[in-house]
């Protein structure tokens, strides 16, 4: 059986676009969302700015919405490289790597064969083919083309068998108002929001494990981030702020501008003087209700309207639900903290998700460690802190740590 039916004008819009591949067929990614669908009116909203992203993220190519979808054209010399920078955008569930043909049914057997014989190479022996049919103008079903395409690959390629409960691969047909897309299965992508859509935070950046992760989760709920750093030169020297550099570096890949501003704040004197003025089992938490001003001051003063952190309940004695909560009252902004319920191997599955794990162990100190106490309060009352920092001049060592602080940008990198 042999359909043909008339090309729409958007498809030659779309076949002028796109790149040729091997075969002389036209090569996209097709991205798809799953979130964003539920957002009613303000779809075209999250949609818009995931586009927008995609862009930043691959500034060399063609971006377009279609209905439900995102085009990427593509250089399949570049496929590698778009693979990669799709797996870093928030707010893509998924993604194929599909060649776009038109509605003949000749046409599109042979581009599903020719994609069977790559898959066929890497040893898979079953399959099955999938059909989703858009363009209700095409008239032929989407299960009956399924079995017209499958069984043109067998006669093609009798050494493959139809599974279809549990293939080794399967062949992807999208019928669309653009053209045929046929494609080798999805490729998953880091889902969420996309990143920017819900505003600007500030993440308090360590060089540890947990705080880069919060980073990352932050951002999948479309936060963008700017990262405050908190340093303690002489106790922490420069291969510390160099690791915190490469963490933003790798933060950077999956955000929506492919770079972050980073904030040094100097403070060892605040830590010095909270050392000499305070008890000792109170110095952590006062320690940590002086970043919270200072980071809530510099995040304001920024555009930011929340800060990230990358404390959890009970991960270190200081973290219980009291003291959690004396620090976030310094803080003049919200506090949200993504890994409040995570436990650690959960963080560190993250983190090697993320990619940041092997430059989080790398074996420097950071401020909080180097002043920590022996034995640290775990249930302070507010009462209790507050008439231990009346012993400080909280106002001054805010303003001070302030003054000294330093900016720079810093680009992407991929690990």
């Known amino acids: 059986m042999i359909v043909l039916i008339k090309t729409p004008p958007i498809f030659k819009q779309l076949y002028h676009w796109s790149l040729r591949g091997e075969n002389g067929l036209e090569s996209i990614a097709v991205v798809r969302y799953n979130e964003i669908a539920l957002k009613g ?10 586009v927008e992203n995609i862009r930043t993220a691959l500034p060399d190519s063609r971006v377009s919405r279609r209905r439900g979808r995102i085009i990427v054209n593509l250089d399949r010399k570049l496929r590698d490289h778009v693979q990669r920078k799709l797996s870093r955008v928030f707010g893509i569930q998924n993604y194929s790597i599909a060649q776009v043909t038109d509605y003949d049914i000749e046409n599109i057997s042979e581009t599903s064969i020719h994609t069977a014989k790559e898959l066929l190479s890497s ?5 099955k083919v999938s059909t989703k049919r858009e363009y209700k103008k095409f008239p032929v079903k989407s299960m009956e083309l399924s079995a017209i395409i499958g069984e043109r690959i067998l006669k093609a390629l009798p050494q493959l068998q139809v599974n279809v409960r549990n293939p080794d691969f399967v062949i992807g047909i999208e019928v669309r108002s653009d053209g045929v897309y046929v494609f080798p299965g999805k490729i998953h992508g880091p889902g969420g929001l996309p990143t920017g859509i819900s505003g600007k935070g500030a993440l308090l950046l360590s060089g540890g494990i947990d705080s880069p992760v919060a980073g990352c989760l932050a951002m999948k709920r479309g936060i963008t981030l700017i990262a405050v750093h908190f340093s303690s030169p002489p106790y922490t020297g420069s291969r510390s702020l160099d690791k915190v550099r490469k963490l933003a570096g790798i933060l950077a890949s999956y955000s929506d501008r492919r770079e972050i501003e980073l904030f040094n704040v100097p403070f060892t004197e605040c830590q010095l003087t909270i050392k000499k003025c305070v008890p000792d089992k109170l110095s952590l938490l006062i320690q940590r209700r002086l970043m919270m001003r ?8 920024e555009g930011a309207e929340l800060l990230v952190t990358g404390e959890s309940v009970g991960q270190v004695a200081s973290q219980t639900i009291r003291n959690l909560s004396v620090i976030d009252q310094s803080s003049s902004i919200l506090v949200i903290r993504p890994l409040v319920c995570f436990d650690k191997l959960e963080t560190i599955e993250c983190a090697k998700k993320y990619n940041t794990y092997n430059t989080s162990i790398l074996p420097y100190e950071d401020s909080c460690t180097v002043f920590s106490p022996l034995e640290p309060s775990t249930w302070a009352s507010k009462e209790l802190i507050e008439r231990a920092e009346e012993r400080l001049n909280t106002r001054e060592l805010t303003d001070d740590a302030l003054g000294k602080v330093s900016r720079e940008l810093v680009p992407e990198s991929e690990v």
Request: aromatic content about 8%.
């Open 294 to 301: 200072i980071a809530s001051s510099l995040a304001e003063a």
């Open 123 to 127: 040893g898979n022996t079953t399959f």
């Open 41 to 50: 009116k303000n779809r075209g909203t999250f949609e818009k700015q995931l």
